[in-house]
């Protein structure tokens, strides 16, 4: 007489369980467009709150400023998680870039819209170092197996 089988095994999960955890089971389509909307939606965020600011600066804007750039961040951190080390460092290198020119167009003042952009291209800076981050450790498993 046997006892009771244990589940230590993965294969013995059921193939319900498997699809409901698994964001890949999802599919490919849903998988690239989701964290393409939640970038669009990161900055949607932040333009409405620059816009608040601009229109009058009594109005609350840190809320969807803030949700704004951990959306945009965590979205393009998402998207490109798959893609192959090249691309993930021209797209850091593009962020980079973007972050370079920006601080040419930001207004002096440093205690208004000045310094929200300018938390934005920092925030960008910090977003392309963590996806060359990215494709080095990428790099290292690649040459491991």
Known sequence: MQGPRRRSEPEQASPRTDSVLSFRAVGDQLSSLLPKFIIAFGIICISV??????????LPFGVPYVLGIVSSFGGTVAWA?????????????????????GFFFIPSNVHGDGMLVGMIVLSGWLLSIVLVIM???????????
């Open 135 to 145: 494709a080095a450790v990428a790099r290292d498993d690649a040459e491991e197996s």
């Open 81 to 101: 998680r798959n893609f192959e080390v090249r691309r993930k460092l021209r797209i850091a290198g593009g962020i980079f870039v973007l972050g370079l020119v």
């Open 49 to 58: 709150s620059l816009a608040l600011l601009c229109i009058d600066d009594t």
